[in-house]
């Protein structure tokens, strides 16, 4: 379970085995906080869409409190140029005496790299201190072509784990649970459908809706 969830991310709210909302944290806090205004009792899981993770939403208070607590939405870049225009026309106090420009150092302009320490092999390390421009920029050229060739193996991947995660929350203990996992994770379509076909209706729709790009290039999507 997380509470950095972007503001912009798009979730899914369950009471119990029912779907009661779905959108940004911001239009859910408005809908649950009602819901629970009206039902104490009710059991709330809120989830994330992208990755089938449980979020936290703090809904005790006033629904102003609840909004206080909830990350604020980044700007959008036409509205941020908007005000930099606005405050641009604007009257403006005589400027300070300018520092002066701070001298160039020598080497490499910044790319907004994060250094992390990484293990290989004496053989990689060879390898790598004969690649133009150094291991780092040899890693990075690595990652990015990674990245761009299991692009689809990667949606397929995280579509499943979503699903599997969504699954173990609010059908866990659903006949044909195991089996469903299974033919998941093995890319069996039609057995998947066939594991999941009396789950509860809501339930059943939001798996399937996380599942889909897990078919993809499976030998049972068309199933």
């Known amino acids: 379970m997380h509470t950095d969830t ?4 798009q979730l899914t709210a369950f009471a ?5 909302a779905a959108g940004t944290l911001h239009a ?6 009602a819901l629970v205004t009206r039902d104490p009792d009710a059991q709330i899981l809120i989830f994330d869409d992208a990755t089938g993770s449980q979020v936290d939403l703090n809904l005790h208070g006033s629904l102003a409190d609840v909004l206080q607590r909830l990350p604020r939405p980044r700007a959008a870049p036409a509205m ?9 026309t604007a009257p403006v106090a005589a400027p300070a005496v300018a ?3 701070t001298a160039r150092t020598a080497g490499r302009p910044k790319l907004g790299v994060v250094a992390r320490e990484i293990t290989l092999l004496p053989r990689h390390w060879e390898w790598l201190a004969t690649q133009p421009g150094g291991a780092s920029v040899a890693l990075r050229k690595l990652v990015e072509h990674a990245q761009r060739d299991n692009k689809a193996a990667d949606a397929q991947r995280q579509a499943r784990e979503a699903a599997y995660k969504f699954m173990r929350a609010l059908a866990g203990d659903e006949a044909g649970f ?7 994770f093995a890319g ?9 076909e009396e789950w509860p209706a809501d339930v059943r729709t939001h798996v399937l809706q996380l599942a889909e790009q897990g ?3 499976s030998e049972q999507e068309s199933a």
């Open 80 to 88: 941020a140029a908007q005000a930099e225009a606005v405050s641009a």
């Open 215 to 217: 078919w993809r290039g």
């Open 6 to 9: 972007p503001a912009a991310a």
């Open 99 to 101: 520092a002066p420009p």
């Open 178 to 184: 195991e089996e469903a996992c299974r033919a998941l």
């Open 28 to 33: 859910l806090a408005h809908t649950l906080k």
């Open 188 to 196: 069996r379509q039609a057995a998947f459908l066939a594991c999941v």
């Open 16 to 20: 119990g085995q029912q779907k009661v």
